[in-house]
């Protein structure tokens, strides 16, 4: 790279010429395209996932009507060495229905650090969690990690039906949005 009077001179008639005005002018022009085109995709891909998460939600089923108290209650009973004895699987069978407010806070708090230590502090839906379990599944491959709250379980499995009859990744992928948006509701 020069710095001469020529060398100089050279690069201004560079600088005004008729063919570098054109490079830059179709240039602009391509990235004006481009980032049209970019803002048309995401606007499509945008009104598109909203307007499947409106179709999946809109298929929700209305918790109000639906009663999510137990069916049914199974219980095994254990030898000392801990194998199943006997299963008892009748409704009423050797059961008292207990009220929330008769449960000692112990046995509460008990429950809820196993299943879903934030319980108190989300709405429904611990997002927390989703993201832990997104990052653990996608370093090992397997997502296999749970992230769901006590409520989203409770809907799985009172409304759902323990996610029976699900064929292919799409219908679990339904259900999940449903359970998470009934867990708001609720």
């Known amino acids: 790279m020069g710095y001469s009077k020529m ?61 999510i108290m137990p069916k049914g209650f199974k219980t095994f009973i254990y030898d000392s060495n801990g194998n199943p004895e006997t299963e008892i699987s009748t409704i009423g069978s050797n059961r008292v229905y207990v009220y929330y407010d008769d449960i000692p806070k112990d046995v509460i708090n008990a429950f809820v650090a196993i299943e879903d230590q934030r319980f108190w502090e989300h709405n429904g839906i ?7 379990a997104f990052v653990e599944g996608a370093r090992s491959g397997e997502f296999d990690q749970g992230a769901s709250t006590i409520t989203q379980q409770l809907i799985k499995n009172e409304v759902f039906n323990v996610g029976m009859g699900e064929t292919t990744f799409m219908d679990k992928l339904e259900r999940k949005i449903q359970e998470q948006y009934l867990a708001i509701e609720l």
């Open 7 to 67: 060398e100089t001179i050279k690069k201004q008639k560079e600088l005004v010429s008729k063919s570098q005005r054109v490079k830059r002018k179709v240039l602009v022009n391509m990235l004006k395209i481009f980032l049209l085109v970019l803002i048309t995709l995401i606007i499509t891909v945008a009104g598109a996932g909203f307007g499947m998460m409106k179709g999946i939600l809109d298929n929700a089923p209305d918790i109000n009507q639906i009663s």
């Open 126 to 132: 611990d997002v927390r969690g989703i993201m832990r």
